[in-house]
């Protein structure tokens, strides 16, 4: 269970001001991190919508290196009595490594943070909050919030508005579906690598104090055309249905292929793999390449349900069936992820390298390869190893135990990726762990090296 800070920013009489500042917060909270939470919190009158149970989630880093990740809402009213709602803001202050548990998705650590009954309101401000504990995990992506996008508003809409995303500094949007579905969706549908470095609100108005890349735009046509003369603002409005253009980013334009052929497993399988040096800038070349994959993969899966008259000649010569489409079908997922196709040279530790079958691996013959409990599993072998690398003994302890169970129960082939990103992560920690005077960190690289033996010790028996 991991340690989270908190603030609380609303309007307030304590000791210290009066009116909206940041009423409260726990001990962890760094100074630098307070006053960017005092810049950028929500005063009088920020919420887009006026109704009592009007909500916004938010999302943008801090000076700490950690993420603000927070929930506004109208509640009660201002200790002023001048009118009108309070506007009151929960801030959660997550470690990177935490919010890497939740897939680099904001939206995961609020559902937590609500499931685990954190976010609270209060009437009176305490003078000081207590740290907070945030249990749980998130896989990468939510097929099914994939699955309803591609229903409505549609892959062109979505592909709009993920392309508007990655080339805006600052994005507006509106549309069919409520700011607050259409931005998760946004986010989900992001490399986890590159989802912080979108900052979003769902519900506060338009301010130049509060800079984030993407925000919600009401429907007030006027409201719209003011925010749209902004400086760096970017207005999109998917109400009206499928936008002319098609999509030009590469990126979009392998969302936009995969959601409009129905293969969001193909999808969730790239988003659910680590890329540790991907940014937002090399995303138009990695949908490139893997809109090149997607393509071949589908070419292969046609050629391998349509059998050939030759097929078809032979099989009645002698006398067999001839398989049927269903029965090639069911090998199509399993067959795309040894394709040998050459990558970008930038991205290529992504592609997964083929390999000949082997008899000694039938579980990962068995276990399909986007099955929840396949990805769930490696999921907690990368993070039991990640931890492992960076110095925790528990983890190493844990990995000793984890990893025959997890090479036993899926098969070297599922697991080869995974660990030679494991090695990169390696090499990476060791060129970090350089001091100021050239000399590494022996512990730290020896813990390490214990790892990598681990991991690689399996490989040629």
Same mark, same amino acid.
């Given at each position: ?13 304590? =000791? ?61 009213? @201002? ?43 209060? =009437? ?72 912080? @470095? ?149 991205? =290529? ?20 390869? =986007? ?21 925790? @003994? ?10 025959? @169970? ?56």
């Amino acid at each position: 269970m991991a340690q989270i800070e908190q603030a609380i920013f609303t309007s307030a009489k304590t =000791d210290r001001a009066f009116g909206y500042h940041l009423a409260a917060k726990s001990p962890g909270v760094v100074q630098a991190d307070a006053r960017k939470l005092t810049i950028w919190g929500p005063s009088h009158d920020s919420l887009l919508e006026l109704e009592p149970d009007a909500v916004s989630v938010n999302f943008h880093p801090l000076p700490s290196g950690a993420y603000c990740v927070s929930q506004t809402t109208a509640s009660g009213f @201002e200790y002023s009595g001048r009118g009108g709602r309070r506007v009151y803001t929960q801030c959660l202050i997550v470690p990177p490594d935490v919010f890497a548990r939740f897939g680099n998705n904001a939206f995961a650590i609020i559902r937590a943070a609500d499931a685990a009954g954190i976010l609270q309101t209060y =009437d009176l401000v305490p003078r000081q909050l207590d740290s907070l504990r945030l249990a749980g995990r998130a896989t990468p992506v939510d097929q099914n919030l994939i699955a309803r996008l591609a229903a409505n508003p549609g892959p062109a809409p979505v592909a709009a508005l993920i392309g508007a995303a990655i080339e805006a500094t600052c994005l507006a949007v509106t549309g069919p579906l409520s700011a607050a579905d259409l931005i998760a969706g946004l986010i989900n549908l992001l490399p986890p690598e590159c989802r912080s @470095e979108f900052s979003f609100s769902t519900g506060l108005k338009f301010s130049t104090r509060r800079q984030f890349r993407i925000l919600a735009l009401s429907a007030d046509r006027a409201e719209q055309r003011w925010i749209g003369h902004q400086h760096d603002v970017t207005v999109l409005d998917l109400s009206n249905g499928r936008p002319a253009a098609a999509p030009v980013d590469g990126w979009a334009r392998f969302v936009d292929r995969v959601l409009a052929s129905g293969r969001t497993s193909f999808l969730a399988t790239q988003l659910s793999k680590r890329r540790f040096d991907l940014t937002p800038a090399d995303l138009p070349a990695l949908g490139l390449q893997l809109l090149e994959e997607f393509d071949a993969t589908a070419l292969g899966d046609e050629s391998r349900k349509r059998p050939t008259i030759a097929h078809i000649d032979a099989g009645a010569d002698a006398g067999a069936d001839v398989p049927a489409a269903s029965d090639a079908a069911s090998t199509d997922e399993s067959d795309a992820l040894s394709r040998a196709d050459a990558a970008h040279r930038k991205f =290529d530790k992504t592609t997964v390298t083929a390999r000949a079958p082997r008899s000694d691996l039938a579980p990962s013959k068995t276990l399909h390869p =986007d099955s929840p409990e396949v990805l769930e599993k490696l999921e907690h072998l990368d993070d039991v190893v990640y931890e492992a690398i960076s110095g925790q @003994e528990t983890s190493l302890q844990e990995l000793q135990t984890l990893w025959p @169970e997890v090479l036993a129960e899926l098969g070297e082939s599922l697991v080869d990726e995974s660990r030679e990103q494991y090695l990169r992560y390696a090499m990476s920690i060791w060129e970090d762990t350089i001091r100021d005077n050239g000399i590494r960190n022996p512990a730290r690289a020896m813990q390490t090296l214990d790892v990598l033996c681990l991991l690689f010790d399996e490989v040629e028996k």
